[in-house]
């Protein structure tokens, strides 16, 4: 029979032995690797360079999306001087502000389509109101933004009146005042809107004169959208004779035959 015998191991683990420069020589790239990665760094650097003060990708095309052809054409010729630009070194912020400062636009965005096209993505501004001044007229956003000053010919949409001496600017936003507040109603009024004829906020009450006669009564400026839902099924059984509806109090909705004056309860013909 054979034989076999057990070779005897030593009793202590031997681990490989390594060195701090073996070690960093390693990690530490070579002098071919480092001229390599140099290269193909000023490589891009000069691809960048060429794209950007080349033709290669000049903008020739603006494409904007969202708006009117109207507010389109505004958005192309406030951009008009960025035509020949590369879209490498295109200033993203610059076409942002141009493009928001228009009265008619609420914000925008932009995205380069290569090679040579530029696309506009807007926000319009939703015409809520006519702003009229005497014998001027502006057209008001929902935002309460003034959007353009308009011709002799009007759009059919509620009118909010303001007195002689107020200045009025295209762009601008009619925060605090009574027109914006009349103005913004009327934006959230939805398809409400196009029963009323005017709108006005004196005193802290805001009023639509409505196209049939009545004078419908919100009271504050909150809850306008709960105001005009609850009005919308009042007036469905007020009497022919009322002159006016108080939705002040939605839970409450009144009407009567003579107009209250500010600061006087209403009463109600139906009790």
Known sequence: MARANAAALPWRVRLPRWSAHDWLGRLIPTRRSLALGFGLLALAG??????RETSLFAIDR???N???PQVAAQVRRALGSLAGTSLVGLNGSTVVQRVDALPTVVRSSYDRAFPHTLRITIVPELPAAILRRGAD?????R???VIERLPSHLPNLPRVWVASNTRVRDGVILAASG???AARAVGLSGPFATRVASASYTDGR???HLKSGLTLLLGAAGDIRLKVAVAQQALAVVPSASVFLDVSV???AVSGTVLPTIGTPTSSSRG
């Open 46 to 51: 000069c691809a960048y360079l060429f794209a």
């Open 62 to 64: 603006f494409e904007v």
């Open 66 to 68: 969202g708006g009117s």
């Open 137 to 141: 007229s502006w057209l008001v956003s």
């Open 143 to 145: 935002r309460g933004r």
């Open 179 to 181: 027109a914006g507040i």
């Open 206 to 208: 805001l009023v639509f």
């Open 250 to 252: 939605p839970g409450r």
